[in-house]
Nanobody, 127 residues
Framework: QVQLVESGGGLVQAGGSLRLSCATS????????MGWFRQAPGQEREFVAA????????DYANSVKGRFTTSRDYAKSTVYLQMNSLKPEDTAVYYC????????????????????WGQGTQVTVSS
């Protein structure tokens, strides 16, 4: 089992920044890929970003490329999502997730590929 706890969400004006954190426990953090997803009201959960077990490979949705950065801190067993230049359309509940069996090459971008999920943290961007 893996436990995930997100934090760092809140209300921010357009153009502002937030950093989300996802603290993990229960399994060896360094073994698995980590992903970030978001879900707006009435919308399906969508991929935002992912990072492999080493931290050396990342992937981003086109809508956030150049604005969001994900990274991981092995000492703290925590993964981060730095969000800059936020837009109202970034408003959603953000979730982190663990992929126990990532592909040999690349990262999974589909929610069903991820095995454990946090409870989510609300991000609201005002115009």
């Amino acid at each position: 089992q893996v436990q995930l706890v997100e934090s760092g969400g809140g209300l921010v004006q357009a153009g502002g920044s937030l950093r989300l954190s996802c603290a993990t426990s229960g399994r060896t953090f360094s073994r698995y890929a980590m992903g970030w997803f978001r879900q707006a009201p009435g919308q399906e959960r969508e991929f935002v970003a992912a990072v492999d077990w080493s931290g050396g490979t990342t992937d981003y949705a086109n809508s956030v490329k150049g604005r969001f950065t994900t990274s991981r801190d092995y000492a703290k067993s925590t993964v981060y999502l730095q969000m800059n230049s936020l837009k109202p359309e970034d408003t959603a509940v953000y979730y982190c997730a663990v992929d126990i069996q990532p592909p040999k090459f690349g990262l999974n971008v589909m929610a069903y590929s991820y095995d454990y999920w946090g409870q989510g943290t609300q991000v609201t961007v005002s115009s």
